[in-house]
């Protein structure tokens, strides 16, 4: 008996290694969109070895990298083999690639020879090796998107997880890690914890999948925090390649879903589609507390002025605001919007305020601009909040 290393190359040789698939699922229509490789290890017996029982050990050192190709070439020729049915995969490497100076050019390689389009292949990579490999990882996965590769971050939440990171990498996909789901999500702080992280991540436009998810309970949560996918055993557990393939093949996402049409109206998707159509009449609005002279735009976009911050000082706003404003109406507006005017304004019992003004575009001409401000009740302070909505009325 050699070490686990020997066993495993002569185990690829031999192609005992091979890849099963787990499927991934749209959680709002329960089509199947994608799926993730597995490595296993089918022994001589006829024993499906998991890779709890190697895969740990050859991270160890770099013994690793060569197990991890040898997947990423399996997924490419199952892609190749699935044609035009064929659904992004995804693949996991270790820490140890981002030393390996030219991964992303390897991949490319690859994904050539097997005539694979790279938005088929996704690049996994555990947030542990965010942790050990700071110093390079930024670089890599800029290296990995510029070959058009989409980079998943796994196991998000199972300890080693830095917000520092999430803040600076451009990832695409965080995979939401199990050990954050209960069986029943019931805890309130665990929910708190999860909407908290859906929401940051629905901001941050990166795409979510919640991993392990085994019961209706967490399914139904998952929906509500506008989770985008769902991989765990109540859908499908990983597979053989020929079943997975089979799957691929049949009919069922073709198939339009028959769900009852109110169990995928959850609040979150109903509100995500009800801020679209407020977006489509108001294409700036920003959210305000008064109290605090704080301030960020919830939506900005085709709107007369491009310049405006993200987020900053209220009455830098105003000022701002009203310096772009036509010289006869500068005077009324910081009368109507100027903090204290609001302040003024909410503690005499005003639901809201509004005012037309003529603001100059980026392109110096005026238009007629309609401002509304709404004030809203925080749920936990006492602050006074404002919702700004914002519209060109001369469109
Ligand atoms: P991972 O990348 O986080 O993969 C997800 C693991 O969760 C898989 O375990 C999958 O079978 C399991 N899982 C999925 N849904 C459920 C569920 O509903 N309940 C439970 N209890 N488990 C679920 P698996 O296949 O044993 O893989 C374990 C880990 O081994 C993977 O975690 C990954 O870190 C590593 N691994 C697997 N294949 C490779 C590979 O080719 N290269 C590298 N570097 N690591 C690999
Ligand atoms: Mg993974
Ligand atoms: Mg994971």
């Given at each position: 008996?050699g070490t686990?290393s020997?066993?495993i ?6 192609h005992?290694?091979c890849a099963?698939y787990?499927?991934?699922?749209d959680a709002?229509?329960d ?11 089918i022994r001589p017996?006829?024993?499906?070895a998991?890779?709890a029982e190697?895969?740990?050990e050859?991270e160890k050192t ?7 190709w ?8 199952t892609?190749?083999e699935?044609?035009?049915r064929?659904l992004p995969i995804?693949v996991?490497f270790s ?7 030219d991964?992303?050019?390897?991949l490319s390689?690859l994904l ?6 790279s938005?088929?292949?996704?690049v996994?990579?555990t947030?542990s090796a965010?942790?050990m490999e700071?110093a390079g990882?930024l670089e890599?996965?800029k ?6 590769i ?7 939440g199972?300890?080693?997880s830095s917000?520092?990171f999430?803040?600076d990498?451009?990832i695409?996909?965080l995979?939401i890690d199990r050990?954050l ?7 309130e702080k665990?929910?708190?914890?999860l909407e908290?992280i859906?929401?940051?991540a ?5 795409d979510?999948i ?5 019961t209706k309970e967490?399914l139904g949560?998952?929906r ?13 557990k990983?597979?053989p390649?020929?079943?997975?393939v ?16 109110l169990e995928i ?8 589609l009800?801020?679209?159509?407020v977006?489509q ?8 507390n ?5 301030y ?5 976009d085709?709107?007369t002025t491009?310049t ?12 701002g605001?009203?310096a772009s404003?036509?010289p006869?109406?500068?005077e009324?507006?910081?009368?109507t919007?100027?903090?204290q005017k ?7 019992g005003e639901k809201m305020v509004?005012l037309?003004?003529?603001q100059i ?7 007629r ?9 925080s749920p936990s302070?006492d602050?006074?909040?404002v919702?700004i909505?914002?519209r060109?009325m001369d469109?």
């Amino acid at each position: 008996m050699g070490t686990i290393s020997d066993e495993i190359k002569r185990a690829m040789e031999k192609h005992e290694l091979c890849a099963y698939y787990q499927p991934q699922y749209d959680a709002m229509t329960d089509r199947l969109v994608s799926a993730e490789a597995l490595v296993r290890w089918i022994r001589p017996d006829g024993r499906v070895a998991s890779p709890a029982e190697f895969v740990p050990e050859l991270e160890k050192t770099r013994e690793i990298l060569d197990l991890d190709w040898y997947m990423a070439e399996e997924a490419c020729q199952t892609l190749k083999e699935l044609g035009d049915r064929a659904l992004p995969i995804a693949v996991n490497f270790s820490r140890w690639h981002v030393t390996e100076e030219d991964f992303s050019d390897r991949l490319s390689v690859l994904l050539k020879k097997y005539e694979v389009p790279s938005d088929l292949f996704e690049v996994e990579i555990t947030e542990s090796a965010l942790v050990m490999e700071e110093a390079g990882i930024l670089e890599w996965v800029k290296n990995v998107q510029n070959v058009r590769i989409r980079v998943a971050l796994d196991d998000f939440g199972s300890g080693l997880s830095s917000l520092q990171f999430l803040k600076d990498i451009p990832i695409d996909i965080l995979k939401i890690d199990r050990s954050l789901l209960s069986e029943n999500c019931e805890p309130e702080k665990e929910r708190i914890v999860l909407e908290s992280i859906f929401y940051f991540a629905n901001r941050l436009n990166l795409d979510t999948i919640a991993e392990g998810v085994e019961t209706k309970e967490q399914l139904g949560f998952l929906r509500t925090c506008n989770c985008k996918k769902i991989q765990g055993f109540l859908f499908a557990k990983p597979m053989p390649k020929e079943d997975f393939v089979a799957l691929c093949r049949s009919d069922r996402r073709k198939q339009t879903t028959d769900r009852d049409i109110l169990e995928i109206q959850t609040p979150a998707h109903a509100m995500k589609l009800l801020m679209d159509a407020v977006f489509q009449r108001y294409p700036m609005i920003i959210y305000a507390n008064l109290t605090r002279n704080s301030y960020y735009m919830m939506a900005y976009d085709n709107f007369t002025t491009k310049t405006c911050p993200a987020t900053g000082d209220f009455d830098e706003l105003i000022r701002g605001g009203a310096a772009s404003m036509h010289p006869d109406d500068r005077e009324e507006f910081t009368l109507t919007f100027g903090r204290q005017k609001l302040l003024n304004a909410h503690q005499a019992g005003e639901k809201m305020v509004r005012l037309v003004s003529r603001q100059i575009g980026d392109d110096g001409i005026y238009r007629r601009i309609e401002t509304t401000d709404i004030f809203v009740k925080s749920p936990s302070s006492d602050d006074v909040l404002v919702i700004i909505l914002c519209r060109d009325m001369d469109e």
